[in-house]
């Protein structure tokens, strides 16, 4: 088979399950950029030096290949999203702004590579000199992008502006849940999570979810069961330090939007509450 065919049957795989049963031959294409990651565990094994040798290489990048060994070498804890901060990190620093960032930015989100265009994302939260608007400007395709593995990235390379933002943030993402892209609205929901996934707490959100209430009424009876179920993820989350809150907004959404989307949501975001409540009724 030639290598062009090989890479096209690789794209149809299915991926293995476990970052063990990964083969030689797909690890190989992923740090070279020839393929995309298909599932987490092979998103988990990708060579991410190995994968910035080759595309930087390209580009003639090399001259950050140093210092990204270096930062690798010194990371304390080398998770994917760490790794991936730092590339982000390193090229926002290489290219200070202006149109060489643009350029480099729009370099990484036109890749093949899922990993590679997650790296741009990490770059666009880690530029000086931006505001929250034009940094989720430059997210939008990230957060509609095909491969899930760079949608969970773009909110999780945002989330840190979230937490230093948050009145600033709430209010701009208010727009992105009228989006037609089931991602971008999604977005919203999944970076702004009191408690979320791979990340640090919301600890304003977790003590007064009602921050939120805002951007959640636009979500509450979407169409996309993708932006359904972070809604009623969003929900559960704040059940657990507001069960108050959540129980009052159940009210107010059931009175409101007696739809079956409205219902599913509540259904998901409640279930914490359910299963409090059936231990305490088994005592």
């Known amino acids: 088979m030639s290598g062009l065919g090989m890479e096209a049957a690789m794209g149809r795989r299915r991926g293995s399950r476990t970052t063990a049963g990964v083969p030689a031959e797909v690890r190989r ?11 987490l565990a092979e998103w988990l094994v990708v060579d991410q030096l ?6 930087f290489g390209e580009w003639g990048w090399r001259g950050m290949l140093g210092p990204l060994r270096e930062r690798f070498a010194g990371l304390k804890v080398a998770t994917t999203p760490k790794r991936m901060a730092v590339v982000g990190q390193l090229v926002a620093e290489h290219f200070s ?8 930015l729009a370099s990484l989100a036109g890749h093949g590579s899922d990993v590679v265009r997650s790296w741009s994302g990490y770059g666009v939260c880690a530029a000086a000199g931006l505001t929250l608007g034009e940094r989720l400007e430059r997210l939008r395709g990230l957060a509609a992008d095909g491969n899930m593995a760079v949608r969970e990235t773009a909110w999780l390379a945002f989330r840190p502006r979230v937490e230093e933002d948050l009145e600033g943030a ?19 929901s999944e970076v702004t999570r009191p408690r979320g996934v791979w990340c640090r707490h919301l ?5 007064d979810p009602s ?3 805002g951007l959640l009424e636009g979500l509450k009876s979407d169409p996309s069961k993708y932006v359904r179920d972070s809604v009623g993820n969003w929900l559960n989350d704040a059940s657990k330090s ?3 809150w959540v129980v009052a907004l159940r ?8 739809t079956q989307e409205t219902r599913a949501i509540l259904k998901r975001g409640l279930r914490t509450l359910r299963s409090l409540a059936a231990a305490e009724s088994a005592r």
């Open 29 to 39: 294409l992923l740090a070279e950029g020839r393929t995309e990651t298909v599932t």
């Open 50 to 55: 190995a994968l910035a040798e080759c595309v």
């Open 97 to 104: 702004g202006g149109a060489a960032l643009d350029g480099a």
């Open 170 to 188: 709430l209010g701009a993402l208010l727009a992105w849940t009228g989006d037609g892209e089931p991602g971008v609205r999604r977005f919203a």
């Open 203 to 207: 600890v304003r959100l977790k003590a």
């Open 211 to 213: 921050l939120g209430e």
């Open 242 to 244: 507001r069960p108050d």
């Open 251 to 258: 009210g107010r959404w059931e009175e409101a939007s007696a």
